[in-house]
């Protein structure tokens, strides 16, 4: 009896296991995939990126799906992403924009990462404040 095939498929089924459980630890394809079905555009290459970069995709791809779903085209992966390097917190940054928008508040994005970033005590006020002042 010829054990050489055995082991070689034995081999193989391990080899295939273990490559998949390191592609789903380093692309995050059900994100990928719920971001696709919500109409997000990003490729598993940059979810891939993300993780090389250190930017959690789970932080980054939600605040994309919700500024999509609420209409802001004009939010970029790689704002919120330079945010979140800097220490910002993108998920208050998303909500933000979406209350703004949805209160015909037109704020730009410059100056809600500005706001998000201040170490003012109260940013709710403040960006309220704001809002008064841009038409």
């Known amino acids: 009896m010829n054990v050489e095939p055995m082991y070689l498929t034995i081999f193989l089924i391990a080899g295939g296991i273990i490559f ?47 500024a999509h779903k609420a209409g802001l085209s004009n939010i970029t992966r790689d704002e919120l992403e330079a945010h979140y390097l800097a220490g910002g917190h993108v998920e208050r940054v998303v909500h933000a924009l979406v209350y703004a928008s949805k209160a015909n508040i037109e704020l730009p994005f410059q100056l809600i990462l500005q706001v998000a970033m201040s170490s003012k005590p109260c940013r709710c006020r403040l960006i309220l404040k704001l809002s008064t002042h841009h038409p």
Not at 43 to 63: D, E, K
């Open 20 to 66: 998949l459980v390191l592609f789903f630890h380093y692309v995050p394809f059900f994100l990928w995939l719920s971001a696709k079905v919500s109409g997000v555009n990003i490729s598993l290459v940059q979810l891939f990126l993300m993780r090389i970069r250190n930017v959690p995709p789970y932080i980054i791809v939600p605040g994309m799906i919700e």
